[in-house]
């Protein structure tokens, strides 16, 4: 697997719209490599797609949202809606990674999260992002796309549903991001889907 699909802050898009919708490509493309898996294979892929998923909303959370709720015409309400979409994701996915790729459920909720994720990636890409390349220049979107890779670099492996915003973000993410790491180093090292 490329190691900008595992660690999407090293991905070397210098626009925050194009790496973020890079991104939601990639996560596309991991849906299908969990769905095609089976057994330790699915399990892998399920916690790759888990780490993208997490540090993608992490750092939209920090960076985008917050720029778009002052820089755009209606941005409260456009980030509002994606915030509440990310929570109900984030609650499912952690649902998912509580029960593990084996449970019986597992292949009905995944089918239900990406419907879900998909949805909210048209979602941001049609009411976030296009305004985003009307209401910034090439600098700030360059900018912007530094962020993004920082959060990305500091953020939280696994979703914690009810944080959504830039505070609680900064509040919780760092020490639940340097335990979220460390649990994914013990996990590998045990050769352990859950700990």
């Known amino acids: 697997m490329a190691k900008s699909k595992t660690m999407p802050e090293l991905m070397d898009e210098s626009d925050v719209v194009g790496l973020l919708i890079r991104q939601h490509a990639e996560i596309r493309d991991m849906f299908d490599e969990v769905e095609q898996a089976t057994g330790e294979t699915r399990a892998e892929a399920f916690q790759n797609l888990v780490r993208l998923l997490a540090v993608h909303e992490t750092a939209e959370e920090e960076v985008v949202h917050p720029y778009a709720r002052r820089a755009l015409d209606g941005g409260d309400a456009i980030v509002d809606e ?28 995944l ?27 090439s600098a700030e979107r360059r900018a912007m796309a530094l962020g993004v890779k920082a959060a990305e670099a500091l953020a939280p ?13 900064v509040l919780v993410g760092t020490p639940t991001a340097m335990f979220d790491r460390v649990r994914d180093v013990v996990r590998q090292a045990m050769g352990k889907k859950n700990t």
């Open 82 to 109: 994606r915030l509440r979409e990310e929570n109900e994701a984030k609650q499912l996915l952690t649902l998912m990674e509580e029960r593990g790729t084996d449970d019986p459920s597992f292949p009905s909720h």
């Open 111 to 137: 089918q239900k999260l990406r419907i879900a994720v998909e949805e909210h990636a048209r979602a941001e890409e049609r009411y976030e992002f296009a305004q985003l390349v009307r209401e910034t220049n």
């Open 157 to 169: 492996t696994h979703p914690h549903p009810g944080v959504e915003s830039a505070t609680k973000n």
